[in-house]
Structures are given as structure tokens and as C-alpha cells.
């Protein structure tokens, strides 16, 4: 069954554990980065850092001053608009819930990340062609769960704020949540339809855009691009083809008529040269 | 008989010194890119990872050199052969842009050695998986088609027989495959509905793609006709090219229906009343580069004369330099994610190298094989 990760930002304290727990168990560098005036830091997921905390400052009702914590990393989206993006398929979604990453495919053409409506997917800009530059981004951390662990992340989390588990059971969590304290949080569990669903599953005291999570309908945002590739382009090659064939021979007979006639051959009934 | 029309003149002129400069520097910036990786040459980052290359060279070049199969079309299958002078050069252009759209692809690509990888594992999902094997068939086909200049300079009789009996299929061929590529252009961004400015999003993008690609390519034949005949100082076929002038404004006005009631059905015309970037751009777009350029080409006397042609010719190609830009670069990211990009100097220098490249070898054609040469009627349709 597909598994999937339930982050609680009622419960979220900013620890950043979880940030730190990623790069430790992925044995990913430390980066290079400058004070955005934010706690955030670094500003955005790269191919070093593959999960940072959102710091957001909101106002409530009383016109006070909050923290909300968002969590950026992979949402392991039901209908993964990488996978459907790329043209090797060098991005693939597994039965049990994890987007993974086949980097001997991959030529770098960078089309996931522009798919991404989370905008996830983040290269190797420093690699050259001989240290073959990839695709980074988090596994949920795939090596722990064949062996029957935890996401490094979620096993690091003290506070209780992300859960792992079925995500038919997480859902039934997050709602339940929600219904025990309406009062906390808004009335919505992000990811249960969000772009065809995802693994990752959000309940928050704030609207979602305030976490960093873009606003998206319950339709597989690939739809219209997999119709057009299996749909109408099919049509448009054999219509083509038809076509181009079929005004060929018509324009070839006509001519044909009109030497026959007497005509003065092939200049054709547009505008003659002279 | 007229033979070759090309002048030679003397090998080394201050002409080629400047192509031969700027090619070397775009070759010594694509080395320092394969040994320090896209970062080290580029402003390209986790937000933007698609930057001048793919809006310029792989948008705008392979809608510029749609002209190879429109006039092939015209030529070999609607029965147009008093257009065959403009065929031969129109075909050249066609050919080398897709040559100069697969060095930019070389050097944006992250695995440039892997580029074939695309014939072994296949995902017919992606649109990206069309537009690979679009460049990998046409520009074959453009190889055959471009073929008989070489085969007849060098008197080599049998294949170019053999690519006399093959032209209508491959005409054929040509024009399925570049309307296919073409608009699968346009269906890269039909998977961006949430990140792509509402004016310029639709799931109609391939065909206005393809559409402004058969807008220009009567136009780049015009633009390159009339600078190759002052360039190559040899006679301009301007009967011909008001005739092809002909067929613009009517794409044109179809693009125009198709854009504006594009957003009338979603609704959206009322975006156009903002005044931001991206409705100013639709503005420029529509009155400037579409309306205009239809009405100019539309006029008999804007089609006997070479200048205003010219003009004309050069505003469609604004037109598609400008949509290009437009969906792949400046309407395109989530606010929340913004991050500016602007191109960095060495991508501009891999740019125009790889352009100058493109000059030079049009230059060299010109010079060594038969391109202007007036043939006696082949018989084309036999």
C-alpha cells in the first residue's frame, strides 16, 4: 500500500531537525548561503539540501505577529507531473509511494523541473560533464524504507508534527485532527486531491499559501499535456500525412488535366511568374 | 543558362575575421562548461532552469527555420513550382537552424553525451520526448533534402537520382514532422496552467506555436532573399516574394481569432485591461507585430518593394521572437518562487557564436555549391 508522510504545522515547533536529519542520513554537503533577513535558510530546496522549513511571519485575527512553519521538500505526488515530464523516464513513481530518480537515464534536459508545481526537481550546476551533473532531490528516503525504517526526518521530529504511515490512515488522522479542533486548523487536508493527490499531507492553522504550497485544482496538472501527446498528436500525424498526400495528388491531377488540354504546362494556376 | 551566381571574392575578409572570433569564443565558453558544469557559464539556477538557450535558440530557431518546409510544401506538393528559385536557399536556412538549434541543445543539455538516449528509452508521455525525435527526424530529412547541392557539385549522378524520387515523401515528411514539432514547442508549457501568466497559458499554445511558425516562414525566406541578394550581390526574385507576401496576412488574421478568442472563452479578456508586463506584451504582440505586419503585406505596393517587404518580414519575426520570450522566459514562475534571472554574458556569447556559426556556413554553401543556380525546369511532379 502507498505510504505517505502527514506534517502537522500546528504542532511544528521550527526545530529544523528534520532539515538536519535529511542531509545527515543523505550525506548531503553543507551550502554556502547569505542572510535573507529570514530564518529560512537556505532560501529554497537545492541539489544539496533536499528538505528545508518554511519561516513565515502571519498576522492573526488580533493583527499579532506569528510564526508558520512550512515544509518544502518532494510531495511524492500521486500523478507525478516529473514523471510524466520526462522523456526518458528517468523519473518513475513506485507502488509504495516514493518519486525515484534513475540517474544512468537522465540526459539533463531539466523538463521536471519546469513540470514541478512544487518546483522540487534541482540540478547540479557545478558538475561538469566528466563528474555527470544529476537531478537531486529527497527519496523519501527510499534506503530506510526498504529496511523496514522511518524517513530519516520523520524519526527525528520531537514534536509529533510529521507522522508516517498508509495515507489512507494519515488521512483519517489529519481529519480527525481537524475535527477534534476546528478552532486550529483550517477545514482542508492539502494533498488529499491537490494535483491528483500526494504523499506528502499538510493540516495547518494557516491557509496554505502561507506555508509556500501553491494553490492548485484536483486535476493532474499533466492532463492536457498527456490528451495532446496521446490524443491529438496521433491525429495530427496521420491527418498530415493524409492530407499532404491527398492535396498533392489533386494539385498533380489537375495539372496533369490542364497539359492534357493544351495548356501551357506546369506553371500552375497561381500567379505565373511571367 | 545562368550558372553559379555567387561571387568569389578574396578568402579572408574583415567579415569572416569577426565570425571566425566570435565562433572561437562561443567554442572556449562551451569548454568551460563541460569542465565546470551549466553554473560556471550561465545564470541558470533551481528557479529558472531554462534560460536564453531554450527561449532563443531552441523556441525562436526552430520557428525561424520553418520557412525549409513551408516553401518545400508550396514547392513539391501544392504545385507552386514557379517558387522553386526561393526553394533551395529556403531549405539551407531550415537545415542549418535545426543544426544550430541541436549546438545550443549540446551545450544546455546537463548530459550532452546522452543525447541519444532518447531512441533507446522511451516516455510517450512527455511532450519533450515529441520534440526530441521532431529535431532528430526533420533535421535528417532537411539533410536529404539539402543532399543534391552536394551530390551535383560533385557529380555524384546516382544518389541524386535516388533523392529526386524520394522528394515528395519527404516533403511529405517534412511538413508533418515540423508541424508536429513546431506545436509540441508550444505543448512544453501546457503543463505549466498554475505558472504560466493566465494571458499567455492556454491548451491551445501548440497551435498558436505552429501557427506564428507558418507566419514566419514566408517571411524568413523574404528576409533572407533580400539580404542574401545584397549580401551575394546577385538578382532579387521580388515577383516571387510578393506572391509568398500573399499568404501572411491571412495566418496572421487566423492567429489573431484564435489568440483573442482563446481568452474570450476562459474568460480572461479582462486581463488585458491591466497595463502589467505580460498584458503590454499582448499589446505589443497583437498591434505591433501581428495587426500591423497583416495589414502592411496585405497592401500591393508593400509587396513591390523590397524595403518595405523587408520591414514586414522583419516584424512577424519580432513577433515570434517576442511570444517565444514571452511564454518560455518573462510570463513563466510562481511568484512565491521568484527569482530573478537575466542571462548571464557567456550565454549571449554561445549565442551569437553559435548564430555566427550558422552565418558562415550559409556563407560557405553560398560560395561552393550550386545554391542560387538557376536549373530548366525539373520535373518535379513526374
Known sequence: ?274 | MIGRIALRRPPISPAWVVLGGLITLAFVVAMVRYASGLGAVSNLNDNTGWGLWISFDLLCGVALASGAFIMASIVYLFGGEQYRPLLRPAILTGFLGYLMVILALLVDLGRPERIWYLIIFWNHHSVMFEVGWCVMLYTAVLALEFSPLVFERFGLEAPRRLIHALIIPLAIAGATLSTLHQSSLGSLYVILPDQLHKIWFTPLLPLMFWLTAVAVGPAMVILESTISSRVFRRGLELDLLGGLARVIPFVLAAYIAVKIGDLAGSGELGLLKDWDLESGLFWLEIMGFVFLPMVLFSLPAVRRSSAWLMFSAFLVVSEVILSRFAVGLIAIGRPEFAASYAPHPLEFAVTIGIISAGVAAFGLVARYLPLFTEYAASPAGE
Request: charged letters at 20%; glycine letters at 10%; hydrophobic letters at 35%.
Open chain 1, 1 to 274: 500500500m502507498a505510504k505517505a508522510i502527514l506534517f502537522d504545522a500546528f504542532r511544528c515547533t521550527g526545530c529544523r531537525g528534520c532539515q538536519v536529519a535529511c542531509k545527515q542520513w543523505n550525506d548531503l554537503p553543507a551550502e554556502v548561503t547569505h542572510n535573507t533577513g529570514s530564518y529560512q535558510n537556505p532560501p529554497r530546496v537545492s541539489a544539496d539540501t533536499w528538505l528545508v522549513m518554511q519561516y513565515r511571519e502571519v498576522e492573526n485575527d488580533d493583527g499579532e505577529l506569528r510564526w508558520a512553519f512550512g515544509r518544502h521538500a518532494c510531495m511524492h505526488c500521486l500523478h507525478p507531473a516529473c514523471v510524466s515530464a520526462c522523456p526518458v523516464g528517468a523519473l518513475y513513481k513506485t507502488d509504495d509511494g516514493p518519486v525515484l530518480y534513475h540517474n544512468d537515464r537522465c540526459i539533463g534536459c531539466r523538463y521536471c523541473m519546469l513540470a514541478c508545481p512544487f518546483e522540487i526537481p534541482t540540478f547540479q550546476w557545478g558538475k561538469g560533464l566528466f563528474e555527470g551533473p544529476q537531478i537531486k532531490k529527497c527519496t523519501f528516503c527510499i534506503d530506510r524504507l526498504s529496511a523496514g525504517m522511518e524517513p530519516a526526518c520523520v524519526h527525528t521530529c520531537p514534536s509529533g508534527a510529521l507522522m508516517f504511515g498508509e495515507r489512507d490512515e494519515l488521512l483519517k488522522v489529519a481529519w480527525a485532527r481537524i475535527r477534534e479542533h476546528p478552532d486550529r486548523y483550517v477545514n482542508h487536508v492539502y494533498g488529499e486531491h491537490e494535483a491528483g493527490g500526494t504523499s506528502l499531507l499538510y493540516i495547518s492553522p494557516v491557509p496554505f499559501e502561507e506555508l509556500g504550497l501553491p494553490k492548485l485544482g484536483s486535476a493532474p496538472i499533466q492532463e492536457d499535456a498527456e490528451d495532446i501527446m496521446t490524443k491529438a498528436t496521433p491525429a495530427v500525424l496521420v491527418g498530415m500525412l493524409v492530407g499532404l498526400g491527398g492535396i498533392y495528388w489533386v494539385v498533380k491531377r489537375r495539372q496533369e488535366m490542364m497539359s492534357k488540354d493544351g495548356g501551357s504546362g506546369r506553371s500552375g494556376d497561381r500567379e505565373a511568374s511571367s
